[in-house]
C-alpha cells in the first residue's frame, strides 16, 4: 500500500478520499487554492500545500503546480476525486511520467472514452447494443445527412469530444440538418476544441441508468449493480437512486454483463460507470463511459457494503480484487439528494455566501457527505455542490420515508439550496411509482417550484408597470391571448423582467 497521496481536490469528496485513506493507513496531503484557506479538507490532511489563486485555472487544474507539490511531499500516488484533472490524459500521463500512480484508469483509456464516437465503436464491437448512428466522426454535411436518413429523423448532434449533453442539437429534418451542422461544429469547436460531429438517432423518454463497475490490474472486472439517475436538469443529475425500480434481476444480469464486456474490451482498470439510456421495453444502448469516481458513488456503497474509494487505492496500488461478482450482493435501496447552493425559485441562479446556521439529518441509514460547517463561506467559483444527503432502508418505500424526515431535519441559513425541490419531488406520485425518465423534472418543474400566489395589491402593482412599459393597448392584447391559453396571471407578471425579486 501507498505510504501518502496526495488528493487533487477540494470540497465533499477530497474529505471523502482523505477518509479514505485513513482507514488504509495512508498518510494524506491536501493542496489548497486562495478560495478554501479555511476549508475543511486543509484541516483533515495530514500535510496542506497552497497552490494558487481561486480561479480552478490557477489552482486545482494547475497540472505543474500539483505534480511538483506530490514529487515535494514524497507521495506515491494522486488521486483526483471528480471533475477538474479527473479524466484529463496529460494529467494522467504526467502523473506516470513522473513515476507517480494516478487513481484511475491508464491515460490511453481516458483518452478513448474521452472520444465519444471511437467509445461508441468500441461499445458496438464489444457486442453491446449502441443507438443507431455515426461509428465514426461525420466528415462533410452530406455523410451526416445520409446518416441522419438511414437511422432516420428527429436525430441528436453530438460533439465526438463532448459529453454531459453540451453543444447536443436535436434535428427534425434535412432541412434543419443543414443549418444546424455548422453551428454544431462550431460551438464543438469552442467548447471542446474541436469541431468534430456525430449522429445520433434520437431515443425520446428513456432512462438514465449506469452501471458501477470496478477493474484491478490483473484484469479481474465485476460491476456493483446500477444508478437511476433519470431525475436530472439541463444533464445536472439532482437524484440518484439503487436499484433502479425499472430494474429485474434478469436485466441488471443482462446489462451487467454489457458494462463489463466494454470494460474488458478497453483493458479498463480502476472504478469506472458505463452509462445507457433505456427505453421503456427495457432495450438499452451504451451511451457513455465515466472514467472516473462519481459523486453519486455513495448510493452503490450503501446497498453493496464495498467502499468504492477504499477500492479504487487499493486497485491504484497493484492489489488484486478482494471480491468476485459471486461475492457482490445487493442490499436494501439507496437515494441520493444532491444539495446545491442554487436557488431553485430563481431559475437555479447559484447562491454563494456565508452558512450562518447548520443543523446536519441524521438516525439510522442517514449519510451526510458535506464539507460545509457553520461559518464557512461558499465560493462562487466551483461546483454548486454543497452536500449529498443519502439514506439507506430495506424498502424504496421506507428509503423515501427517511430521505423526507432527513430533508426535513436539514437546516443550511446562509445560501439558498435545492432541498425544497427534492422535498417536493419526494412528493410527487409519478417518483413514488417509480415511473421517472430524463424529461421528468423539465416536464413538471411548474408544479414542482410553484410560485408564490400574490395578493391582488401586487397583480395591480405588477400590471400599473407592465401598462406603464408596454402601453396599455398590448398589455390588454396580451392578457387576453394569455387567458384564452389558460396562462395565469401570475405568469404574464413573471415576464416582467427583473420585477418578481420585489415581492
Ligand atoms: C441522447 C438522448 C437521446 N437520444 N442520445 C445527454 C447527455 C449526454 N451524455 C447524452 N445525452 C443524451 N443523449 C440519443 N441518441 C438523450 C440524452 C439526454 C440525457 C441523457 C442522460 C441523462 C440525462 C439526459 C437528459 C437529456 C438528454
Known amino acids: 500500500m501507498f505510504n501518502k497521496v496526495l488528493v487533487a481536490n477540494r470540497g465533499e469528496i477530497a474529505l471523502r478520499v482523505i477518509r479514505a485513506c485513513r482507514e488504509l493507513g495512508v498518510k494524506t496531503v491536501a493542496v ?24 480552478p485555472s ?12 506530490a514529487r515535494k511531499s514524497g507521495c506515491e500516488a494522486i488521486h483526483p476525486g471528480y471533475g477538474f484533472l479527473s479524466q484529463i490524459p496529460a494529467f494522467a500521463e504526467t502523473c506516470e511520467k513522473n513515476g507517480l500512480e494516478f487513481v484511475g484508469p491508464p491515460a490511453k483509456v481516458l483518452r478513448l472514452m474521452g472520444n465519444k464516437v471511437e467509445a461508441r465503436r468500441a461499445a458496438a464491437n464489444a457486442g453491446v447494443p449502441v443507438i443507431p448512428g455515426s461509428l465514426k466522426p461525420a466528415k462533410s454535411p452530406d455523410e451526416a445527412i445520409k446518416i441522419a436518413e438511414k437511422v432516420g429523423y428527429p436525430v441528436l448532434v453530438k460533439a465526438v469530444y463532448g459529453g454531459g449533453g453540451k453543444g447536443m442539437r436535436l434535428v427534425k429534418s434535412e432541412d434543419e440538418m443543414r443549418h444546424v451542422l455548422e453551428t454544431a461544429a462550431l460551438e464543438a469547436e469552442s467548447s471542446f476544441g474541436s469541431r468534430e460531429i456525430y449522429v445520433e ?62 470494460a474488458k474490451a478497453i483493458n479498463y482498470v480502476n472504478a469506472g460507470t458505463v452509462e445507457f439510456l433505456v427505453d421503456q421495453n427495457g432495450n438499452y444502448y451504451f451511451l457513455e463511459m465515466n472514467t472516473r469516481l462519481q459523486v453519486e458513488h455513495l448510493i452503490t456503497e450503501m446497498v453493496t457494503g464495498i467502499d468504492i474509494v477504499k477500492e479504487q487505492i487499493k486497485i491504484a496500488a497493484g492489489e488484486k480484487l478482494a471480491y468476485s461478482q459471486s461475492d457482490v450482493k445487493i442490499y436494501g435501496h439507496a437515494i441520493n439528494c444532491r444539495i446545491n447552493a442554487e436557488d431553485p425559485y430563481e431559475n437555479f441562479a447559484p447562491s454563494p455566501g456565508t452558512v450562518t446556521n447548520l443543523r446536519l439529518p441524521g438516525g439510522p441509514g442517514v449519510r451526510v457527505d458535506t464539507h460545509l460547517y457553520a461559518g464557512c ?26 430521505m423526507r424526515n432527513a430533508l426535513d431535519e436539514f437546516v443550511i441559513d446562509g445560501v439558498k439550496t435545492t432541498i425544497p425541490l427534492h422535498k417536493r419531488i419526494m412528493e410527487d406520485e409519478d417518483f413514488l411509482r417509480g415511473a421517472v425518465h430524463i424529461n421528468f423534472v423539465d416536464e413538471r418543474i411548474d408544479k414542482l417550484l410553484p410560485k408564490k400566489a400574490l395578493t391582488e395589491e401586487e397583480i395591480a402593482a405588477l400590471a400599473a408597470v407592465l401598462v406603464n412599459q408596454k402601453g396599455e393597448a398590448k398589455v390588454k392584447a396580451l392578457a387576453l391571448r394569455r387567458q384564452q391559453k389558460g396562462v395565469s396571471l401570475w405568469k404574464l407578471a413573471g415576464r416582467v423582467r427583473g420585477l418578481r425579486r420585489t415581492f
Open 32 to 55: 489548497y487554492s486562495e478560495a478554501d484557506v479555511n476549508s475543511l479538507h486543509v484541516q483533515y490532511a495530514d500535510e496542506c500545500y497552497f497552490i494558487g489563486a481561486a480561479e
Open 58 to 69: 490557477q489552482s486545482y487544474l494547475n497540472i505543474d503546480k500539483i505534480i511538483e507539490t
Open 201 to 262: 438517432k434520437f431515443l425520446p423518454m428513456a432512462r438514465h441508468i449506469e452501471f458501477q463497475t470496478l477493474a484491478d490490474k490483473k484484469g479481474r472486472i465485476i460491476h456493483l449493480g446500477e444508478r437511476e439517475c433519470s431525475i436530472q436538469r439541463r444533464y445536472q443529475k439532482l437524484i440518484e437512486e439503487t436499484p433502479s425500480p425499472f430494474m429485474t434481476v434478469e436485466l441488471r444480469k443482462e446489462i451487467g454483463a454489457s458494462a463489463i464486456k466494454i
Open 377 to 402: 463561506t461558499v465560493s462562487v467559483f466551483y461546483d454548486p455542490l454543497v452536500a449529498k444527503l443519502a439514506v439507506w432502508s430495506l424498502s424504496r418505500l421506507e428509503a423515501i420515508r427517511r
